[in-house]
C-alpha cells in the first residue's frame, strides 16, 4: 500500500509550483479573450484548389480598413479570419476580396458586439462562481453525518481548493499557449472549465466516500491511516476512468477539427490534474487540517 498522505507535502509542493507558474502567466501575459467576450468577428472559409499566401490575403483586405485582421491556417486548405466587428455589407465585401484569390466555400461567420461580449464574460464568471457555491453546499450536506474527526462543511473545503487547483493550472497553462500560439477563450472554454468542475468534483466525492465509509469502521485506525487507505482502494478506479476519458479526447484532438482542438485540451489537461488532485491533494487537505487542529 502506497503512503500516499504521509508524503502529502511533496504533492503539495508541485502543485503549488504549477499553480505559482499559473499565476506569473495570467499576471504578465493575461488571457487572450476570443470574440465571444471582447466582440469582433469570425470569418471561417475553405478554399477549393490551393489557398492563398497569407501576405497575399491581407493584401486584399488592406484597402477594407478592417483593423487588425488575425489569419489562422486550418487544414491544408482552409482558414480563419478573425476581426473586429463588422456589418453584412463589409461581411460580403470580404468574401469578394477573398474570392478573387481562389474559389472558395464559406463555413461559418459570427459576429458578437462588444457589449454582449461584456455580458457573456460576466455571465460566465457567475456561472463557475455559483458552482463552486452549490459545490460546497451539496458536500456539506451529504457529509453531515460525518462530522468526527473533522466537520463536514470541511469536506466541501477541501474538494473547492481542489477545484481551484484544476481549474487554475490548466488556465495558466492556456494563459502561455494565449501567448506563444494565441489560443483563445471563448464559451467552449467555459463549457470545459464547468465540465472539469463535475468531473473533478465526482472523482473526490468518490474518495471521500470511501473515507466516510471506512471511518465507521476503521476500529484503532487513526485518521491519516484510514484516509490512505480510503486512497488507495479508490485509486485504481480513478485512473481507469480518466485514462479512458483521456483516450477518448486525445482521439478527437488528433482527428477532430481544428475548432475543437483546444477544447480537447483543456478537458485533457482539466482531467489529468483533477485526477491527480483527487489522489494526491483533496483527501490530503483533511488529513493536514485534521492534524493542525491537534497541534
Do not use: C
Amino acid at each position: 500500500m502506497l503512503n500516499i498522505v504521509r508524503k502529502r507535502k511533496i504533492f503539495y509542493g508541485f502543485s503549488l509550483a504549477l499553480i505559482a507558474a499559473g499565476i506569473f502567466s495570467v499576471i504578465f501575459w493575461g488571457l487572450r479573450f476570443g470574440i465571444d467576450f471582447k466582440g469582433g468577428s469570425l470569418l471561417e472559409v475553405e478554399y477549393v484548389g490551393a489557398r492563398p499566401e497569407v501576405q497575399a490575403i491581407h493584401d486584399r483586405l488592406a484597402p477594407l480598413d478592417l483593423g487588425g485582421v488575425n489569419i489562422q491556417l486550418t487544414g491544408p486548405t482552409g482558414l480563419f479570419l478573425r476581426l473586429k466587428d463588422v456589418n453584412e455589407e463589409t461581411h460580403q465585401k470580404v468574401l469578394a476580396e477573398l474570392a478573387n484569390l481562389g474559389e472558395l466555400e464559406e463555413k461559418r461567420f459570427e459576429s458578437i458586439g462588444p457589449v454582449i461580449g461584456q455580458e457573456l464574460k460576466k455571465k460566465a464568471y457567475g456561472a463557475i462562481l455559483m458552482v463552486l457555491l452549490l459545490i460546497v453546499i451539496y458536500i456539506t450536506w451529504v457529509f453531515r453525518k460525518v462530522s468526527r474527526p473533522v466537520a463536514s462543511w470541511q469536506y466541501g473545503v477541501a474538494a473547492v481548493i481542489a477545484l481551484f487547483h484544476d481549474v487554475f493550472i490548466p488556465v495558466g497553462i492556456f494563459s502561455i499557449l494565449g501567448h506563444y500560439l494565441g489560443a483563445e477563450i471563448d464559451l467552449l472554454f467555459v463549457t470545459g472549465i464547468l465540465t472539469i468542475l463535475g468531473f473533478s468534483v465526482h472523482d473526490t466525492i468518490v474518495v471521500f466516500d470511501r473515507i466516510r465509509e471506512n471511518l465507521r469502521q476503521s476500529g484503532s485506525k487513526s485518521f491519516e491511516e484510514t484516509v490512505n487507505a480510503s486512497i488507495n482502494q479508490t485509486m485504481g478506479r480513478s485512473i481507469n476512468t480518466s485514462l479512458t476519458v483521456l483516450l477518448t479526447l486525445l482521439a478527437i484532438y488528433v482527428f477532430g477539427g481544428e475548432t475543437t482542438k483546444y477544447f480537447s485540451l483543456l478537458l485533457m489537461l482539466g482531467i489529468f490534474f483533477g485526477t491527480y488532485s483527487s489522489i494526491f491533494v483533496a483527501s490530503s487537505l483533511l488529513v493536514s487540517w485534521h492534524s493542525g487542529k491537534n497541534n
